[in-house]
């Protein structure tokens, strides 16, 4: 079963418009982490943020904020006043208590056009 | 400071051959682990290493996988009798997990692999 759900394959904005990333996870466990990274065309991924089960204090990073909703199941990432330079295709990961590894969602290919 | 080190960037190989990629991990970290980024399959987890074992080998595809890791530093994985499906980028990451798990884990470049 997919345990990250992008439902979002790809969006496209003119720069300065706002951006939001859905990502919902599944999980049986109480303890958990919840990644976003990004991967912009040279392929590497770059870690954005890391959030525990416990805190759900959302968090603004400069143009960055992340939404986080337990009772939803969901973290969504919203850029705001997007740049060229955002474009990008976007991941949700999920860590577990169970486990080491981290599952992906299937990412979400965003391209801010001029 | 450096950051993961994946060598070779790209490796284009013909089917049946063996190949060999490499990762270097941040200094310090004690695990890393290698994923698989393929346009059908999405990122897949292979193998995780905990220091010099790998106590979590469950993403392996097939037997001809294999990966090891020395000196608790360096990790080589290992693909034999390569074949078409085998083509992807292969991702290694690595993280202090000093505490435990659910340490950030951090990633190199990749390597593309192409079987012909």
């Known amino acids: 079963a997919q345990k990250v759900t992008q439902a979002q394959t790809e969006i496209s904005v003119v720069e300065k418009e706002d951006v939001t990333l859905d990502c919902v996870y599944e999980?049986?466990?109480?303890?958990?982490?919840l990644f976003w990274y990004k991967q912009p065309p040279s392929g590497e991924l770059v870690f954005l943020i890391r959030?525990?089960?416990?805190?759900?204090q959302n968090e603004i990073s400069g143009r960055y904020s992340w939404n986080f909703q337990k009772s939803t199941s969901s973290f969504n990432f919203t850029i705001t006043a997007s740049q060229v330079v955002d474009s990008a295709v976007y991941f949700c990961a999920l860590s577990e208590a169970s486990d080491y590894k981290l599952s992906f969602g299937a990412g979400t290919t965003v391209t801010v056009r001029a | 400071g450096a950051g993961v080190s994946q060598s070779p960037s790209n490796k284009v190989t013909e089917k049946g051959k063996d190949v060999e990629l490499r990762c270097d991990p941040i200094?310090?970290?004690?695990?890393l682990y290698w994923y698989r980024q393929s346009l059908g399959q999405g990122l897949e987890f292979l193998i995780y290493?905990?220091?010099?074992?790998?106590?979590?080998k469950s993403g392996l595809p097939s037997d001809r996988f294999s990966a090891e890791r020395t000196g608790g530093s360096v990790s080589t994985l290992t693909i034999q009798r390569t074949q078409q499906e085998d083509s992807a980028v292969y991702l290694c990451?690595?993280?202090?997990?000093?505490?435990?798990?659910?340490?950030?884990?951090?990633f190199g470049p990749g390597t593309r692999l192409l079987v012909l």
């Open positions: 990451a690595s993280s202090s997990d000093e505490s435990g798990r659910w340490e950030t884990q951090y």
């Open positions: 999980t049986r466990d109480t303890t958990y982490y």
């Open positions: 959030r525990n089960s416990f805190d759900e």
């Open positions: 290493f905990q220091g010099n074992s790998a106590p979590d």
């Open positions: 200094s310090g970290h004690t695990a």
